[in-house]
């Protein structure tokens, strides 16, 4: 039984009997060192690989922990570098993630008795992430407190910055935006200290990008998406598409719409063609037409693309009340008096959702005017002019109280 066997196996499509060779090279190593080890982590890794591709996780799951017995007698660097993968394999098998986050789970419990430190700590490192994806942001968070305190002990910056980038995204999820904002610090203080590869650049540029989102600074944001988008591309990394769907938002959230057609016409940007990307450019286009319609007929169209990702959701209702407000205003824009049931029937909404939008607006000072509530109208000032000579007189009466009260200063001195 050889390795070369088992690849024909699997080259042919017989996984079954590749299944076979694999499991009998792993079961009959008997030296922790050497060409036999090497042939065993390879048959391991290979052996996961075909789980991987048939989407079967618990059998993934059973390898992990049938080859415990084997890597007891393997280097502890290479043990952990085996498990690691093989539970990252679960990555792309669809719908595993509870399988995943148990598999990670009973790994740190076997990690800490084997008393593997390094491996336990990437474990729980991985298994933080998985609870992000969860959506349990406080266990995770509970994780992260443990490994920052047990990192910054050992001064290990490069796993240091990954823990305090995850930090920062659990923050944010838990909508404590100061505490993500200083983790997101604290981790690119760190990555300027070492040499940072390409690929976690790119997330902490990606999450600098979502944070200047939320303080609606979306030229900076847009900045940070780009230098993310660029490290991403350089990798083919997947994360690519989401971060130019996060470049095409801010630009359309800086009402620079004929930007987003620009953009795209850009050879690096061509070849990521996909609904993804003609959802972002139905709603630029809506955006652009000032068209409330075009823009729910967008989310119908593409609600799987549009909705799916948590940022972009997150910022549709500031999309939305933005789009209201340009609709507002171009329906009104040629009145000096209209009234409120119009704009609610040529918008197609309710007349209390308009009446509270204009009084916001009024409020805001986007335009001049007032709600008769009682006629029902919408009365339309012009915009007011303010009167330098108010300011003149109000400078001259400022330096006159100044004099008077210097004279009475020196009146008092006389006395």
């Not at 079954?16 to 499991?23: F, N, Q, R, T």
């Not at 390898?63 to 993968?85: C, D, N, P, Y």
Request: glycine residues 2%; proline residues 2%.
């Amino acid at each position: 039984m050889s390795l070369a066997e088992a690849r024909r196996f699997a080259d042919s499509g017989d996984n079954s009997k590749a299944e076979s060779v694999y499991k009998t090279i792993i079961s009959n190593t008997n030296k922790p060192e050497g060409p036999e080890a090497a042939t065993t982590e390879t048959a391991m890794l290979e052996l996961g690989k075909i789980y991987q591709k048939q989407n079967q996780a618990e059998a993934l799951k059973d390898l992990i922990t049938e080859s415990r017995t084997v890597l007891g007698s393997f280097s502890k660097s290479k043990t952990a570098k085996i498990v690691k993968t093989l539970i990252e394999y679960f990555d792309t098998i669809p719908e595993s993630l509870d399988i995943q986050m148990q598999t990670a789970k009973d790994s740190i419990d076997w990690a800490i008795a084997s008393k593997l430190t390094f491996l336990k700590q990437s474990l729980q490192l991985k298994l933080a992430e998985l609870l992000y994806k969860k959506t349990l942001y406080q266990q995770a968070l509970t994780i992260i407190t443990e490994l920052l305190r047990e990192y910054k002990k050992l001064d290990d910056k490069s796993s240091l910055i990954e823990v305090q980038l995850l930090e920062s995204k659990l923050y944010h999820q838990l909508r404590n935006i100061p505490k993500a904002k200083a983790a997101l610090t604290s981790a690119r203080t760190s990555a300027n200290s070492i040499y940072c590869p390409t690929l976690l650049q790119g997330e902490l540029d990606s999450q600098s990008g979502i944070l200047n989102a939320e303080d609606k600074d979306y030229k900076t944001a847009y900045s940070y998406f780009y230098e993310a988008f660029e490290a991403f591309n350089s990798q083919d990394d997947s994360r690519a598409v989401p971060v130019l769907k996060y470049m095409l938002l801010s630009k359309i959230m800086l009402n620079l719409s004929d930007d987003v057609a620009t953009l795209l016409k850009n050879k690096n940007v061509v070849k990521f063609q996909s609904r993804d990307i003609d959802a972002m450019k139905a709603i630029a286009q809506a955006y652009s037409n000032r068209s409330l319609h075009e823009f729910e007929q967008a989310l119908t169209t593409y609600g799987s693309e549009l909705k799916s990702d948590a940022i972009i959701k997150y910022h549709f209702n500031a999309l939305y009340d933005n789009l209201l407000e340009q609709n507002l205003l171009k329906i009104i824009e040629s009145y000096s008096c209209v009234e409120l049931s119009h704009i609610s029937r040529t918008l197609g909404l309710e007349l209390a959702q308009v009446e509270g939008k204009l009084s916001q607006m009024i409020l805001d000072k986007v335009f001049y005017g007032v709600l008769d509530q009682g006629n029902g109208w919408l009365i339309i000032y012009d915009e007011p002019r303010q009167d330098a000579a108010y300011d003149s007189a109000l400078e001259l009466v400022k330096n006159m109280s100044n004099v008077v009260d210097l004279l009475y200063q020196k009146a008092a001195a006389l006395n």
